[in-house]
């Protein structure tokens, strides 16, 4: 819930242990057994480590009271002294560096040399530098592109970490408040409980029951039990300091207050993350498989220009020339740059669902969402509002049931006691009079209740002090506190009334059930509460111990109401051929309630629990899947069983989870969506989408986004395609015909660089359709060139290929001039491409879109037509590329032609719509 170390994390946990023995052969063992550096500072000279130092005296060189934390000044101060809390980062690239990385292509590396070659020709025969230093500049200017185009996406994908910056949990000026873990300095006060990543190194100062998974450090799968009282040797191994907890272990199991000894390179962690020189960097399926194309289309590519450069020779062209021309097509036609174009328009698109509240973790997500087909959602907090609040209360002692208000009879007030006593939220109240509610919004409700009934938490725990704990986890579905209450040990027990009832030998349990089925049937999310006395604490603290012949004291019921939007992004679902299923820990009473109010639950659908699930065989399962709309009272390990049925199914399956036990539901799933508010680091780190806003509607607008990047990622992928096969096919079929080169090779890479890249990158800009989510889900496996995408492409580049032959013929015929002919060619082939990028907007017509609605591919286009103008407009510059100027109406038919793929694809639309 608290701490997660940004994406490189898990880089960084999955390699580390792999590293760690090479770490202490290289005498990091030696530093690790020495005091942490930040810790010496305060130890007044003294050669002391923390885990081996009583935690009176830790707490005192650091100067700091437990209870009240480090004031904001004192806390500022060290920050300055000791630095930010964050590991040092590989050494990213500089700008020069990528630049010179541009230069690595073969096929730019070949073009370079023929320039060279060139200038050598021209230099020997005394002809004119313009041309091989205009090739040259072109290759740079496309190199400054590609920077440019990486800085981009790096930098979108920089800012993807920054929103998910970690957090802790500290006790600063008395007041329990969430900061940066950025800001963490020696001698803070902080809270953790399971599912948290530990944000620093630290010494244990409380822990009930608590375990650390520490394998990144020690190598132990098997997470490690902390003790806060225990003492180890000084010269004890890290996976025997049972009271230090260390910065990127993970809390599986407890909860705990520490005192932080260590920030940033300081840690255990810091001492071995130098080691880690070089960040991974991965692929999406997606670009590994544009990458594959894009060798193939290159070998092609390769062959035809072997193929133009032996019919140039047998032609007696010149050598240099036609090699050039060669050369040349094969950097143009080669689309080397269709992953990196890919990285950009899915950098831009996950940038734009940041602005709606979903942070994609991991690139290949996005691929993934538009073919989601089943959300499992959890109901609390994401359905609904995550705004509980405390309605009714019924005493089972006197069958006594009154709705909360500030003036609750005595009966009431002494449930609301027990059950605020044995809950770990806060309520802290501003200057201002507002409430903040710090913790599960469950229990922050017991305790506002409680609160406004006089009852102050914090007086309570002075008065009643916590003898022991056993935390909440979802398997037991309960929580556990000892209080010394009046000189007496008293166990209070809270959690869902159907499991609390078979730990219970006491109490009116069958007014129990009847009223919760009657409070549940409201929509009242129901909580139970129990007790019992014990003489003395037994020597291990467990549930079977503990929790067993108690008497029923009570119920509790609050209300979290539906988010408004969620009934709309039901239907939304429903309309996009998605079906939403609910899966709760709540009653099914409640659960069934919710779910059909928000449409989840319809006719013939069914609702069951987990005990209903459990009898389940696979084969049943798999043959009632479909029907099932709504899950109650599940355990993590039935998500799991869930998921799977679905995909057996061959469905796409986005799960959601906030709990340290979900993580093996979320890493199941083809979408894991963890919660931003409630989710638990763990689970975060499992996930490949974190909700900032714990909300359902958020995952449906994650899939149309999804689906939009998609599309744009097809248009852009086929706009390319199209326009460089057919600039092969045009000097191909030129050479076969008439053994004369259309384009010389200084046109052909003035138009990739001015049709390519700008409008490319426009149109992964394009807003997402309107009717994107009246489609299907795309087929799980579904390639990019489905249903005959990829025949449309070869025929638009033929398409362009024809229409740029006409116009080199008719040139060439009337005017005899082979310059005229080039430059007709160049701009038909130029223009054509220009304006088939807004073709490749939509499969929708131009006149439905709106031909201008993309203002990033007007710019675009608006750019690369004035850098076409200049080329052939000018006189001193046309010349310079070997073009020349033409008659009116040359300029016309050259023109005209450029139109002739807008009207075709607007008429092959046209047809699709009549046709449908």
């Given amino acids: 819930m608290i701490v997660r170390f940004g994406a490189k994390k898990s880089i960084l946990l999955n390699i580390l242990s792999l590293l760690i023995s090479a770490a202490w052969d290289k005498g990091i063992s030696a530093v690790a057994c020495k005091p942490a550096a930040d810790f010496t500072k305060y130890m007044g000279g003294k050669n002391l480590s923390p885990h081996n130092t009583d935690i009176k005296e830790v707490l005192a060189h650091l100067q700091v009271d437990s209870a009240c934390g480090l004031s904001a000044a004192e806390a500022s101060k060290r920050l300055s002294d000791n630095g930010a809390n964050k590991l040092e980062e590989a050494q990213k690239k500089t700008s020069l560096e990528l630049f010179i990385e541009q230069f690595k292509d073969v096929m730019i590396i070949i073009l370079l040399i023929a320039a060279m070659i060139s200038f050598v020709v021209a230099w020997y025969e005394g002809e004119g530098f313009f041309e091989p230093f205009l090739i040259l500049l072109i290759v740079v200017l496309n190199a400054i592109i590609g920077v440019v185009q990486e800085g981009k996406a790096e930098k979108a994908l920089e800012a993807l970490k920054d929103l998910s910056a970690p957090h802790a949990r500290v006790i600063r000026d008395g007041k329990h408040m969430i900061i940066d873990a950025v800001n963490l300095v020696p001698g803070d006060i902080i809270q953790l409980e399971a599912g948290d990543y530990v944000p620093a190194d630290a010494r244990l100062i409380e822990s009930n029951s608590l375990k650390s998974e520490e394998s990144a450090l020690t190598g132990e799968s098997v997470a490690a039990d902390k003790d806060a009282a225990v003492l180890v040797d000084g010269n004890a191994p890290l996976g025997d300091r049972f009271n230090m907890i260390y910065s990127g272990c993970s809390i599986t199991y407890g909860t705990a207050v520490a005192v932080v000894t260590s920030t940033g390179m300081h840690t255990e962690m810091g001492k071995i993350a130098n080691l880690l020189t070089a960040s991974v960097d991965t692929q999406t399926p997606l670009q590994q498989r544009l990458a594959e194309l894009g060798k193939y289309i290159g070998f092609l590519a390769l062959g035809i220009c072997a193929v133009i450069f032996v019919i140039g020779i047998l032609n007696a062209m010149d050598i240099i020339e036609i090699f050039m021309i060669a050369v040349a097509l094969a950097v143009s036609a080669i689309p080397e740059g269709l992953p990196a174009i890919v990285t950009i328009v899915l950098a831009i698109g996950v940038q734009r669902m940041v602005k709606k509240n979903a942070i994609i973790r991991k690139l290949p997500a996005v691929e993934t969402l538009g073919s989601a087909s089943v959300i499992c959602s959890d109901k609390t907090g994401t359905l609904t509002q995550n705004q509980m609040t405390l309605m009714k209360a019924f005493n089972a002692e006197n069958s006594l049931r009154e709705d909360i208000s500030g003036e609750n009879s005595a009966s009431i007030k002494s449930l609301l006691q027990y059950a605020t006593l044995c809950s770990e939220g806060y309520i802290e109240i501003d200057e201002n009079g507002k409430e903040q509610h710090i913790g599960d919004p469950t229990e922050t409700s017991i305790v506002f209740a409680a609160y406004k009934n006089g009852l102050i938490k914090e ?47 006491a109490g009116d349990l069958e007014t129990g059930r009847q009223e919760n089925e009657a409070l549940s049937s409201q929509a009242l999310r129901m909580l139970a509460v129990a007790y019992k006395e014990i003489e003395a604490l037994p020597e291990q603290i467990s549930a079977e111990e503990l929790e067993n012949d108690l008497t029923f004291m009570g119920l509790l019921g609050m209300i979290d109401p539906p988010r408004p939007e969620a009934r709309d992004a039901v239907s939304l679902c429903r309309t996009a051929g998605i079906k939403p299923v609910m899966i709760t820990g709540d009653h099914i009473v409640t659960a069934s309630a919710i779910a059909r109010d928000l449409g989840i639950l319809q006719e013939g659908d069914e609702a069951i629990t987990g005990s209903q699930l459990s009898m389940m065989t696979e084969d049943e399962l798999n043959s009632r899947i479909k029907n099932i709309s709504v899950y109650a009272r599940v355990s993590p390990e039935d998500k799991i ?232 407009l000018i006189p001193p510059v046309t010349g310079a590329f070997g073009l020349t100027q033409l008659s009116a109406a040359m300029y016309f038919t050259a023109l005209m032609l450029a139109f002739v793929p807008i009207i075709v694809l607007e008429i092959y639309k046209k047809a699709l719509v009549i046709r449908g």
């Fill in 459 to 505: 007086e309570l725990n002075c008065l009643y002090p916590r003898l022991a704990a056993l935390p909440f986890d979802s398997d037991r579905k309960m929580m556990t506190t000892v209080n010394s209450i009046d000189g007496r040990n008293i166990v209070i027990v809270k959690g869902a009334f159907d499991v609390l009832a078979d730990r219970c030998s």
């Fill in 641 to 872: 069983r869930i998921v799977r049925a679905w995909q057996r199914q061959d469905a796409v399956v986005s799960m959601t989870g906030d709990g340290v036990n979900d993580a093996p539901a979320l890493k199941a799933a083809d979408i894991g969506c963890a919660m931003g508010i409630t989710g638990t680091d763990v689970a975060k780190g499992a996930a490949d989408m974190i909700l900032t806003d714990d909300n359902f509607a958020t995952i449906v607008d994650a899939v149309k986004e999804g689906r939009g990047i998609y599309a744009n990622i097809r248009h852009t992928v086929g706009f390319l395609l199209g326009t460089n096969i057919g600039e092969v096919l045009v000097v191909f079929i030129a050479m076969l015909v008439w053994q004369v080169a259309p384009f010389l090779a200084v046109q052909l890479l003035w138009i990739n660089l001015v049709t390519d890249s700008l409008p490319a990158i426009a149109l992964g800009m394009e807003p997402v359709e309107d009717d994107v989510m009246q489609r299907k889900p795309k087929a799980k496996g579904e390639g990019l060139f489905a249903h005959g995408f990829g025949l449309r492409i070869a025929l638009q580049g033929a398409m362009f290929a024809l229409i740029t032959l006409m116009a080199f013929m008719i040139a060439w015929t009337n005017t005899g001039d082979i310059v005229a002919a080039r430059t007709s060619a160049f701009i038909t082939l130029a223009g054509s491409q220009i304006l088939h990028a807004f073709n490749m907007r939509s499969s929708h017509s131009l006149f439905r879109i709106g031909f201008f609605t993309n203002k990033y591919l007007n710019g675009a286009a608006l750019l690369s037509t004035a850098m076409m103008a200049i080329v052939i």
